[in-house]
């Protein structure tokens, strides 16, 4: 069947009609001529991809990944980079101004390399293969490295494949993570000889098996501007090192520019921004439902010498409703949003600030619909936290009518 696509949709596939419905197709780029397969109709509407292209648009390049069409970590290879920094503005824009009903325009997207950004990988393992799973399926794709990863990373994945080659085990998972100080942390889930692991991987900062630690620290050790932070196994950090540190600079530069003496800093994790901007404030309160990220979190505190914080361990829910003489409220909540009581609690609270920050702009833009009586926004910027993937980061800044 033969189409032209008309425009994106939120996650990088090309939109066109078929049989008077809206049609989907993965690896198709506006105003492009495609044949299609049909892989799945709904009442609604169609899920398709191309199999040959026609006319092809002037925005495609050819993916350098070798896995690219079969794995399911990346999405946008095969666009040039200029035009996906630009796919994700207009998604930000598009999707803030249709459900917010906020029109306003939003900053130009902030940046930085497109490859070798991320500072952790989960890697599965099948039949001693190393690699990652294909488009919505659990097969396996051996790999070599993953272009999105950092290189310290992939040198370890040749390691890994020699060590399942020479010794028998019945690893499910590993799990590698970096910081930006070359320190390593490997995770191993499943069964295996931990003697040979030791033996295998004793140059390695922190290794763990099924959540024990065998190999040297609990932690690895992040520096963010003149600050150290905690990495634990379970603990969430921001896997683009750069736009982590372009977007806390972001928050920084507004508390250095307003007075505010009590911040709550919702889903603290390991207290990365509440510390970060400690030194601008009176009193930071941060609350975190991950006892990983809490135990990290005071420790690096205790570390960087910052006494005006404290940390709650428990949902953001539970908690919210025990807070009164709040100036300002950082919130970084997971993909979904904040939730009704959360949201009302904010509100309630009335603070004379609210620094939002999300990776998911259609919840985003609910959520803004909700603080926007009460608050202006006063600007919203995206980040490419994750090149090369349809996700984007935001930072949004709103203040008290």
Known sequence: MKVTIDRFDSYGRGITKVNEKICFVENALPHEECEIKILDEKKNYIEAESTNILKESNYRILPICPYYNICGGCHLLHLDRKSELLFKEEKVSDLINKFSDIKMDVND?????????????????????????????????????????????????????????????????????????????????????INSLKEYFKDINSVYLNDKLIIGKEYITEKINDLEFYIRPDSFFQVNYEMMKTMYNKVIEYYQKNNNSNVLDLYCGTGTIGMLISKYVNKVTGVEVNSDAITSAKECAKKNNITNIDFILGKVEDNIDSFKDIDSIVVDPPRSGLDKHTIDSIIKINPNSIIYISCDPATLARDLKILKDNYNIKNITPLDMFPNTYHVENVVILERR
């Not at 370890?156 to 499910?172: C, F, G, T, V």
């Open 109 to 193: 997207i902030l940046y930085n390399n497109e490859y070798y950004y991320r500072n952790k990988l989960t890697l599965h393992v099948k039949d001693n293969m190393v690699g990652l799973y294909k488009k919505n399926s659990n097969d396996l794709i051996e790999i070599d490295e993953c272009l999105i990863c950092a290189q310290k990373i992939n040198e370890l994945i040749p390691k890994i494949k020699e060590y399942l080659r020479n010794n028998k085990s019945d690893l499910e998972d590993i799990v590698i993570k970096r910081s930006s100080l070359d320190e390593i942390m490997i995770i191993f889930k499943g069964k295996t000889d």
